[in-house]
């Protein structure tokens, strides 16, 4: 049972299927989204509705009808933007003073051109961490102190970029992400910290708790705050959404935090669900539409901003209609209460999803849409704001 609810890692990445020619300018340059769109909805009450994008899929050129679809589809829809992977540290951070920030930066130009905003996801991860920063502390070319000193660079170039040539894109930073473990909320283990090391890939081991100390998200929040005072700076983590023991932890952290002075404006729900927990019952485990709520409520309560972030609820074949009304409950528990600001979901089509096998986005692999897309545009409709 524990493993059911665990967070899908990298066993499950999807392998993008080609898509085709995906000129930026085919959706000519209006792109105010119709009244009958997730955005167009959403901004009618003050709110984003998002969805991760990835370059290769916008931009690739061998499938020219599909990416025709996955872009026009983008274009209408979505009112806010995340680069799955392309603004990840170990993706950018090429070698020491390198950062390759293209593919990031078409997404950018892609998401001004639309008239979209953008979240940035995320400036220090337990998984995206520079192969050649791992070699070379491990070698004894960096001293823990230097790594802090290139870390802090890192975040004040990435962010002083995005303000100085995108002013007034990026809406939210996902400054940390996932420093509590272990990813399964349902094992005995006590959850924290992850544990230090630099076998970070396998074990879920954290190098910068290794190298940047035990208050290393501390750090980061202020080098962030430092490098743009009016950035959104966000803490981002999976499982904090429904009562569980590790979002409990997640809780303790991020309100211990605040209260310490931490530069932190908002909290990230990420919400990897899957229909199965709806049937869960397990000690210290709450998984329905009136616990989601209540967590919510909670964490609006922290006055932190709330964004839910990577939302997808993977299925099994034959079960799109409880995979719709979940979304749509997990919509109404969230999007409408003052204190959200954004409902991020992690893709939108079944093509193009770290998850595809299990089919967790509400448009099909042809891009057509699925009852759950239907379910959140009738949630936004019967908008229940308070
Ligand atoms: C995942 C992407 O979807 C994959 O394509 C990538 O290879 C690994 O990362 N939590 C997060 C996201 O915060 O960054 C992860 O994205 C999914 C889990």
Redesign the pocket.
């Known amino acids: 049972m524990g493993s059911k609810i665990a967070?899908?890692?990298?066993s499950l990445?999807?392998s993008l299927l080609p898509l085709g020619c995906a000129d930026s300018g085919s959706v000519g340059q209006d792109p105010s989204p119709m009244p009958a769109s997730l955005a167009g909805l959403a901004e009618a009450h003050g709110r984003r509705f998002g969805t991760?994008v990835?370059h290769d899929a916008l931009f690739d050129t061998t499938q020219p009808e599909l990416a025709r679809r996955y872009t026009t589809t983008l274009a209408r829809e979505f009112n806010l933007l995340v680069p799955?992977?392309e603004l990840?540290m170990a993706n950018v951070w090429t070698a020491e003073s390198t950062l390759d920030l293209r593919k990031a930066d078409r997404i950018a130009a892609w998401a001004v051109a639309h008239n979209v905003k953008m979240r940035a996801?995320?400036l220090v991860?337990y998984?995206?961490v520079p192969p050649w920063l791992v070699a070379g502390y491990r070698r004894g070319d960096y001293s823990r102190e230097q790594v802090a000193a290139l870390v802090q660079w890192y975040i004040s170039r990435v962010m002083t970029h995005y303000k100085a040539s995108y002013p007034g894109l990026v809406v939210a930073w996902?400054v940390v992400?996932?420093a509590i473990g272990p990813n399964d909320p349902t094992t005995s283990d006590t959850f924290g910290l992850r544990p230090v090391g630099t076998d970070f890939q396998d074990s879920g081991a954290d190098f910068w708790r290794l190298t940047l100390g035990d208050d290393y998200v501390e750090k980061a929040f202020h080098w962030a705050r430092a490098a743009d005072p009016d950035a959104h700076l966000f803490y981002?983590?999976?499982h904090a959404e429904f009562p569980n023991p590790k979002g409990e932890a997640i809780y303790t952290f991020v309100t211990a935090l605040k209260a310490a002075g931490t530069p932190i404006d908002g909290i990230?729900l990420?919400c990897?669900l899957d229909v199965s927990y709806l049937d869960m019952s397990l000690p210290g485990i709450v998984f329905t539409p009136e616990a989601i709520s209540a967590t919510v409520d909670r964490w609006i309560r922290t006055g932190l901003e709330v964004q839910v972030?990577?939302a997808d609820i993977s299925m099994k074949v034959g079960q799109d209609d409880r995979q719709a009304k979940l979304y749509a409950d997990l919509l109404r528990a969230s999007l409408p209460k003052a204190g959200v600001t954004a409902f991020t979901t992690?893709?939108f089509t079944d093509l193009v999803?770290?998850?595809a096998a299990s089919t967790p986005l509400y448009f099909d692999r042809d891009i057509a849409p699925k009852p759950a897309y239907h379910a959140l545009l009738e949630a936004l409709r019967t908008w229940d704001g308070k």
Do not use: Q
Not at 7 to 10: C, F, H, R, S, T
């Open positions: 967070i899908v890692v990298a990445l999807v991760a990835v799955e992977s990840k996801h995320s991860w998984r995206s996902d992400n996932e981002n983590d999976d990230g990420e990897h972030t990577e992690w893709g999803s770290w998850r």
